[in-house]
């Protein structure tokens, strides 16, 4: 077998495969065998048909196949052992029909080349990066929102901004008087938490309130067009809450309001962990770290971004084949039309730029993606989202196992392994570029982030 190769244009190229009967023709011969050895052939018994009845039956199939997966092998094994840097896969230049008769055949391939991009990264290129400061008033923020994830729900005097509201929920006559006809809606035992209303005139009729005082409001429009929450609140069927447009009297019984966590051993444990934190200035410190670690991703996307448009600048402007590129792309997707690919090539092809330039950053970083990566970022993921339900400070062991559950569903594995690959290819960027640390406001970062968001 005779492979060759040429560049036929700046960005495409051409592998020819010659092969003769010499490079297949034991295993088309072996191939019909097993097939006279496995298969019962009418009017032969099984294992008893002779290779020349075997060739006259299934000679032009089995030797179509045997000569197509030969060739196939053997350009995948040039393209990889010539370390020839193609973009997609081969695509062939024709049909090549193989008969009986023909011993010796030709193929070949269209190959669109991976463009010669010479990436320079050094500490001769420079880029920003910029860390948010981390505020009194954040610091503040933060504090308030532990004490009140962690606090106690406790009888209160007076309705406040996070107050629960129990007490009887009557409906009310276009005069303000009660409705006491059968047809009324009436709650003995009602509860209702306004800050959770999506009008906030209705939510602040009750502020300030007291046990035994009186509130007329709409529940209606409290719940907005949310049907299942008011016939939640009224203790009716969707379909009655349909029609509820009228004013209700909701006289208050019990006020349940929250008692913010107060800064001892016990809240320094639910937040941080067992014996983490003992001291008010470890709290602190514990507490700027919880909140830089949560604006860093900030700060790593948008370098991200920078980096991102300064390579594609850089070296966005290569050459590429496109109708082989095209080809490719419709041959990947048989849903897509010629028609629609070229209505949408031209927003296509950043995406294509820019696989191509990470491809090329990845491999002169040496960046590999471990399943050890796999493994930490699907428990990172795991942990989130138990944390969206409130279970915080999880042991290892559950983390790990929902981890692994993650990583066994194929599409979100390969999902988490692109990611990963990015992300630790930014990183590796960051480790060999000269970066210049900036801190800034976060209204400072957020005008670098969005700086057209003023003019919108």
């Known amino acids: 077998?005779?492979?060759?190769?040429?560049?036929?244009?700046?960005?495409?190229?051409?592998?020819?495969?010659?092969?003769?009967?010499?490079?297949?023709?034991?295993?088309?011969?072996?191939?019909?065998?097993?097939?006279?050895?496995?298969?019962?052939?009418?009017?032969?018994?099984?294992?008893?048909?002779?290779?020349?009845?075997?060739?006259?039956?299934f000679g032009r199939d089995v030797k179509s196949e045997v000569i197509n997966d030969?060739?196939?092998?053997?350009?995948?094994?040039?393209?990889?052992?010539?370390?020839?840097?193609?973009?997609?896969?081969?695509?062939?230049?024709?049909?090549t029909e193989i008969d009986m008769k023909t011993s010796d055949y030709t193929f070949c391939y269209d190959v669109a080349l991976w463009p010669e991009l010479n990436i320079t990264l050094n500490k001769s290129v420079n880029l920003p990066f910029y860390k948010i400061e981390v505020t009194d008033e954040m610091m503040s923020e933060q504090d308030k929102n532990l004490r009140e994830r962690f606090g106690a729900q406790v009888p209160g005097e007076e309705v406040d901004a996070k107050?629960?509201?129990?007490?009887?929920?009557?409906?009310?006559?276009?005069?303000?008087?009660?409705?006491?006809?059968?047809?009324?809606?009436?709650?003995?035992?009602?509860?209702?938490?306004?800050?959770?209303?999506?009008?906030?005139?209705?939510?602040?009729?009750?502020?300030?309130?007291?046990?035994?005082d009186k509130v007329v409001f709409n529940p209606r429009n409290a719940a907005g067009e949310q049907i299942a929450e008011l016939a939640s609140m009224l203790n009716i069927d969707k379909d009655a809450a349909e029609n509820v447009t009228a004013d209700f009297e909701f006289v208050i019984s019990e006020i349940i309001v929250l008692k913010l966590a107060e800064h001892d051993q016990d809240f320094y444990d639910d937040v941080f962990g067992k014996d983490k934190v003992h001291t008010e200035e470890e709290y602190n410190a514990q507490l700027r770290g919880m909140i830089e670690s949560s604006l860093a991703p900030n700060s790593f996307q948008l370098f991200n971004r920078d980096a991102h448009d300064y390579l594609m600048e850089k070296y966005g402007d290569m050459k590429l084949d496109e109708a082989l590129l095209k080809r490719w792309i419709l041959?990947?997707?048989?849903?897509?039309?010629?028609?629609?690919?070229?209505?949408?090539?031209?927003?296509?092809?950043?995406?294509?730029k820019?696989?191509?330039?990470?491809?090329?950053?990845?491999?002169?970083?040496?960046?590999?993606?471990?399943?050890?990566?796999?493994?930490?970022?699907?428990?990172?993921?795991?942990?989130?989202?138990?944390?969206?339900?409130?279970?915080?400070?999880?042991?290892?062991?559950?983390?790990?196992?929902?981890?692994?559950r993650i990583l066994a569903e194929n599409n979100y594995r390969r999902r988490i392994a692109d990611e990963?690959?990015?992300?630790?290819?930014?990183?590796?960027?960051?480790?060999?570029?000269?970066?210049?640390?900036?801190?800034?406001?976060?209204?400072?970062?957020?005008?670098?982030?969005?700086?057209?968001?003023?003019a919108e």
């Open 1 to 57: 077998m005779e492979i060759k190769f040429e560049k036929t244009g700046e960005a495409c190229g051409k592998i020819t495969v010659s092969i003769t009967e010499a490079d297949y023709a034991d295993k088309v011969t072996a191939k019909l065998k097993e097939i006279g050895k496995k298969h019962v052939i009418p009017g032969f018994r099984k294992g008893h048909i002779a290779v020349p009845e075997l060739r006259k039956r």
């Open 70 to 95: 030969e060739v196939f092998h053997a350009v995948f094994e040039y393209i990889d052992k010539e370390k020839v840097q193609i973009l997609g896969q081969p695509l062939p230049c024709g049909t």
């Open 163 to 212: 107050a629960v509201v129990k007490g009887s929920i009557m409906e009310l006559n276009a005069d303000g008087t009660v409705k006491t006809d059968a047809e009324a809606i009436q709650v003995v035992s009602g509860i209702v938490a306004p800050f959770l209303f999506k009008n906030k005139e209705e939510a602040d009729k009750f502020l300030g309130k007291h046990v035994g």
């Open 331 to 352: 041959l990947q997707d048989k849903n897509l039309t010629a028609e629609a690919l070229d209505k949408d090539f031209a927003n296509m092809l950043p995406g294509i």
């Open 354 to 404: 820019w696989e191509i330039i990470s491809g090329d950053v990845a491999r002169k970083l040496e960046v590999k993606v471990t399943e050890d990566d796999l493994l930490a970022r699907a428990k990172f993921i795991a942990s989130q989202q138990m944390q969206q339900y409130g279970m915080y400070n999880m042991d290892e062991e559950t983390v790990t196992d929902m981890a692994k």
């Open 420 to 454: 990963m690959e990015e992300a630790k290819t930014f990183d590796a960027l960051r480790n060999v570029i000269s970066v210049d640390e900036k801190t800034v406001t976060l209204d400072e970062f957020r005008e670098l982030a969005n700086p057209t968001a003023d």
